[in-house]
Nanobody, 113 residues
Framework: QVQLVESGGGLVQPGGSLRLSCAAS????????MGWYRQAPGEQRELVAT??????DYADSVKGRFTISRGISKNTVYLQMNNLKPEDTAVYYC????????WGQGTQVTVSS
């Protein structure tokens, strides 16, 4: 059974930075793709960034501020978040696709002064 464990969330002031990490365990294979989604209170879950093979994709709202990358272990994914804004406040979820999708439990990111 694949399990995803996220870390790195927290409280940060506007303009600050955070780095989220997600490690997938329980599979002998590399994930086809991995990504980050977020859900703010009262909102639907939305794509933040995804990475697979040679491609990356970002939501327009985070382009130029967030960077997604994978570790040496292809089953680890990071999200470097710079110049954070209050509207980035949400629970951030890691997603990985190993024949089917798996989700982490989420990590809270709060941007506030």
């Amino acid at each position: 059974q694949v399990q995803l464990v996220e870390s790195g969330g927290g409280l940060v002031q506007p303009g600050g930075s955070l780095r989220l990490s997600c490690a997938a365990s329980g599979s002998a294979f590399s994930a086809d793709n991995m990504g980050w989604y977020r859900q703010a209170p009262g909102e639907q879950r939305e794509l933040v960034a995804t990475i697979g093979g040679a491609y990356t994709d970002y939501a327009d709202s985070v382009k130029g501020r967030f960077t997604i990358s994978r570790g040496i272990s292809k089953n680890t994914v990071y999200l470097q978040m710079n110049n954070l804004k209050p509207e980035d406040t949400a629970v951030y979820y890691c997603r990985a696709f190993f024949a089917r999708e798996y989700w982490g439990q989420g990590t809270q990111v709060t941007v506030s002064s």
